[in-house]
């Protein structure tokens, strides 16, 4: 059941404005910079958009996106703006350029043993890796004279597909620096995604007549999976490895608001899920889904967290023409919120 690559995700979409491309070994990372010659010396402000590629993709399956974002937001910029927007691919872990054992980038049926523990290890490193980033690029950028004092990179806005959206989802509970997510074909429940993995691949850990119990905590799922779920994993974090509680009784929304004000208070995610996706389906996102927008439109609503969540009728496991035309409007929309001042965010 190996993750083939995403369609185009630009198909039946105009051709995205020609952005240049500059890339930088920043920390022994090669990171694609889109939209640097194009920033006007006048800007005092500048936003990033850290893009996360798909599981057997590269950075490059992202310049599609960046282009149509950057360009997107220049073209609509107003011209007394003090704010530009610059987007930022890197390869994730064991992918392009950082490769160094393809078959950890494969699942249980293509002879991967290590299928949950590799694909977890990539995306939470991919994480680590978005933060050092965040620290380093501006020590890279805007060195000239002329650029003094250089604009300051002060909001980050993560977007990610398939791979790059489980990423996205941690990206966004991890740092505090990224006010705003787009989720495309991503998953916020790890656990869920690779027991329902485990029964489609026929794991003799996953017992069928039992449901499931037991694969946490089995090989294929060991107990420092479990625990590092709990620590990384969205729905690990607020509850560990027992089940989604949709509509929490006020016991325990009072347990779960300082772990969401800790993690995503006054955030901003915009989600993107095919519905007829196979390889992470919505059934695997739903319930966790369902509890964090009724938390933002409800119980939550006063945390100024925001959460719009878009099932998309047909779509499989493809980054769409309209999920492309949504996560651009909304990375547009951020930015401009945003201003010459500090990360204020979109609420579409």
């Given at each position: 059941?190996?993750?083939?690559?995403?369609?185009?995700?630009?198909?039946?979409?105009?051709?995205?404005?020609?952005?240049?491309?500059?890339?930088?070994?920043?920390?022994?990372?090669?990171?694609?910079?889109?939209?640097?010659?194009?920033?006007?010396?006048?800007?005092?402000?500048?936003?990033?958009l850290w893009l996360h590629n798909p599981r057997l993709g590269t950075k490059a399956r992202m310049a599609p996106m960046a282009q149509r974002a950057v360009g997107e937001y220049n073209a609509t910029r107003a011209a007394t703006s003090k704010?530009?927007?610059?987007?930022?691919?890197?390869?994730?872990?064991?992918?392009?350029?950082?490769?160094?054992?393809p078959l950890a980038n494969q699942s249980w049926n293509k002879g991967n043993p290590f299928h949950a523990q590799d694909m977890f290890g990539i995306v939470s490193g991919t994480v680590v890796d978005t933060r050092l980033l965040i620290d380093a690029l501006p020590g890279y950028l805007f060195l000239e004279p002329s650029q003094s004092p250089p604009p300051a990179l002060d909001q980050h806005i993560c977007l990610g597909v398939s791979l790059g959206g489980h990423?996205?989802?941690?990206?966004?509970?991890?740092?505090?620096?990224?006010?705003?997510?787009?989720?495309?074909?991503?998953?916020?429940?790890?656990?869920?995604?690779?027991?329902?993995?485990?029964?489609?691949?026929?794991?003799?850990?996953?017992?069928?007549?039992?449901?499931?119990?037991?694969?946490?905590?089995?090989?294929?799922?060991?107990?420092?999976?479990?625990?590092?779920?709990?620590?990384?994993?969205?729905?690990?974090?607020?509850?560990?490895?027992?089940?989604?509680?949709?509509?929490?009784?006020?016991?325990?929304?009072?347990?779960?608001?300082?772990?969401?004000?800790?993690?995503?208070?006054?955030?901003?995610?915009?989600?993107?899920?095919?519905?007829?996706?196979?390889?992470?389906?919505?059934?695997?996102?739903?319930?966790?889904?369902?509890?964090?927008?009724?938390?933002?439109?409800?119980?939550?609503?006063?945390?100024?967290?925001?959460?719009?969540?878009?099932?998309?009728?047909?779509?499989?496991?493809?980054?769409?023409?309209?999920?492309?035309?949504?996560?651009?409007?909304?990375?547009?929309?951020?930015?401009?919120?945003?201003?010459?001042?500090?990360?204020?965010?979109?609420?579409?």
């Open positions: 059941m190996a993750e083939k690559e995403t369609p185009n995700p630009m198909a039946g979409l105009p051709d995205p404005p020609a952005v240049s491309v500059k890339t930088l070994a920043v920390t022994g990372i090669m990171v694609d910079v889109y939209g640097l010659e194009e920033l006007p010396s006048s800007l005092t402000h500048v936003s990033v704010r530009g927007l610059i987007a930022a691919a890197f390869d994730q872990r064991n992918h392009g350029t950082r490769e160094v054992h990423s996205t989802w941690q990206a966004l509970f991890a740092e505090p620096r990224i006010t705003a997510g787009v989720s495309i074909i991503g998953c916020p429940d790890f656990q869920l995604l690779m027991q329902d993995r485990a029964r489609l691949s026929k794991l003799a850990t996953y017992d069928r007549s039992a449901g499931g119990a037991g694969f946490l905590g089995s090989s294929d799922f060991p107990p420092g999976l479990v625990a590092q779920c709990a620590r990384y994993d969205p729905k690990g974090i607020l509850f560990g490895a027992d089940g989604v509680v949709e509509s929490p009784p006020e016991e325990q929304q009072a347990r779960l608001r300082p772990i969401l004000d800790a993690h995503v208070k006054g955030k901003r995610l915009l989600m993107c899920t095919g519905g007829d996706d196979k390889l992470v389906p919505w059934r695997c996102s739903e319930s966790f889904t369902k509890f964090f927008t009724g938390a933002a439109d409800g119980w939550y609503k006063d945390s100024g967290l925001v959460a719009d969540n878009r099932v998309y009728p047909g779509r499989g496991h493809e980054c769409s023409p309209e999920m492309v035309v949504d996560a651009v409007r909304f990375v547009c929309e951020v930015v401009q919120s945003a201003g010459a001042g500090g990360p204020a965010v979109s609420r579409i």
